[in-house]
Structures are given as C-alpha cells and as structure tokens.
C-alpha cells in the first residue's frame, strides 16, 4: 500500500534491485589509498557473480547502462535512498559523481510500479547513500565528508515517520563502510576506532534494540541482506574469525560474494545495487 508505513524485517525486504554496468574508466574511479591497482577484467567478473547472486535469490535485476563519463557510476547505492514507496535520488557529495543520478531517476520512473521521486532542492544539500542506514525501523546517517547537514535535513523530510539519528564518520568513506543490517534488527559493525566509537554511539542513540555482531575489520562489517540471505565477502577476504563469526551469529543463509576488486576503491557489497520492494508501491 502506498505511503502504509511497514517497519522491522518487513520494511527492509526487496523484489528488485537495480544495478549498473561498470565502465572501461572504472580503473579510475574515486579511492582513499590508491596502493593496489584493479584489475578491470576481474570487477567484470565479480560484478556479473553479484548479479547471478542476486537473481538467485529470487530479485529482478534492472542493469543500468554504464556511462564512461563517471568512474563511479557503478556504485548505484549512493545515488538514490528508497525505502518503501518512496525515493529520494541524491546530490553525491563529490562533484565528479553529479550526473550519475540522471540514468537512476530514469530507472526508478521507469520500473513497473514507479516509486514517488524526490529530490534534493536545496543546492547545498548532499547525501551519499552508502551513509544512509535504514534499520527497517530507523535511519541511521553518517556525517561524514560525502552527507552534510543540509543532506540529513533532506532526508529526514523526505522519510518523516522514521527516526533519523547522525553519526560522525571521519576516518571511513560512509557509515555503511562500518556498518549494515545482517539480519532482523541484528547490525554489522566493524573492528576499528571509528567502528567502535559509532558503535557505541549506536547503542545509546538508537530509538530500537538491537544485535550488534561487532568483527575485527571494517571491510567484513559491510554485508547485504538481501530477503533471507546475508552476502558476505569469502574468508580470504576478511579473515576466517569474522566469516566464522558471521556464520555463527546471522539466521540468514550466507553467500560467499567476492568482492575485493571494488574494495580497492572503497566500494562495498551494499554499493553496487539499490533494492527496492515493489510490493510497497500501489499500482
Ligand atoms: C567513491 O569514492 O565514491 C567510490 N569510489 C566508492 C563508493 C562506494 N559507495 C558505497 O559503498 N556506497
């Protein structure tokens, strides 16, 4: 039902997720270190092994063209928050990815039950959505160098029958650099002193109870959920004691999803997709 508000595991479901092609310039893309190099052809692989992924678990995957004006552009997250029927298409907070948002607000119009599209009037506003957590029950938001004040302001308009709490994010990309949903009111949160910081700024800001799976890097915290399945990075990834720990604490069914071509450029498994529930929007 339109604009009916659903809340906890039921708000976070999805039908559809979209998803856009990774360009040739892709090697270029925005990065925090820029010691490891990637390897184009072996993003192409993991990008489509995202998608097969994601088609098995029963999502309609919406592939958006790439565009080889922007490096970025395949890191679909950040340019659009949608929960519910509603979606909000950003302003990213870094110049070179304006633009990017074009062929997203397309793809929204163009699905078969069309959320309602808003957009970030104020000029000075930005949002990346890799800061956006929604909680099924909240909105948590990183303030960090991507989403300014204006940007949470427009959020919070935007989404006003949930809760949205700001978290400082200094040293990280985006607040889902450090943390993300695993499961029903259950959150993974990574090992570092920003991740332990927002962590316990969490547990004593959140308007909800919930789990918090705390692992000892920030690269295993970023997982997606995805209906009854959690993807997670493989062991080789982020170390055989977080991927055990995960198994162990996550109710979903875990997939191993290779991602470390897109870590290098502080891309992460949330990023290259945006999950949309068109149950949620009346037709
Ligand atoms: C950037 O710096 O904008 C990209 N290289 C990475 C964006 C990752 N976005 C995300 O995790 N939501």
Redesign the pocket.
């Known amino acids: 039902m339109q604009g009916a508000v659903c809340s906890g595991i039921m708000a976070l479901r999805c039908t559809t997720a979209i998803v856009r092609n990774i360009p040739d310039v892709f090697v270029e893309?925005?990065?925090l270190d820029d010691s490891q190099a990637v390897v184009l052809e072996n993003a192409k692989q993991q990008f489509n092994n995202y998608i097969e992924t994601l088609e098995q678990c029963g999502v309609k995957v919406v592939t958006l063209a790439s565009d080889e004006q922007y490096p970025?552009c395949t890191?679909v997250?950040?340019v659009a928050v949608v929960i519910g029927a509603r979606a909000l298409v950003t302003r990213p907070g870094?110049p070179s990815?304006r633009g990017e948002m074009t062929a997203m607000r397309e793809a929204l119009k163009s699905l078969q039950k069309p959320p309602q599209i808003y957009e970030m009037e104020d000029p000075e506003a930005c949002v990346?959505?890799?800061d956006v957590l929604f909680t099924g029950r909240e909105i948590f938001v990183g303030h960090s160098s991507r989403t300014n004040q204006k940007g949470i302001e427009c959020l919070a308009k935007t989404f006003p029958e949930f809760s949205v709490t700001p978290f400082p994010i200094k040293s990280s990309?985006?607040l889902?650099?450090l943390a993300t949903m695993c499961g029903e009111d259950m959150i993974a949160v990574g090992g570092d002193q920003e991740a332990t910081e927002t962590l316990k700024l969490m547990k004593s800001q959140a308007k909800f109870k919930y789990e918090y799976v705390q692992l000892n890097n920030n690269a295993a915290a970023n997982v997606l959920l995805v209906n009854d399945n959690v993807f997670v990075k493989p062991s080789e990834e982020i170390g055989q004691h977080n991927y055990d720990l995960l198994k162990k604490r996550v109710k979903g069914r875990i997939i191993d999803v290779p991602f470390s071509e897109f870590y290098k450029?502080?891309?992460?498994l949330?990023?290259c997709s945006v999950l949309i529930n068109q149950e949620a929007v009346s037709g």
Request: glycine share 14%; charged share 35%; aromatic share 4%.
């Open positions: 893309a925005l990065r970025d890191f997250e950040d870094h990815r990346d959505g890799g990309l985006h889902k650099s450029v502080d891309g992460c949330t990023c």
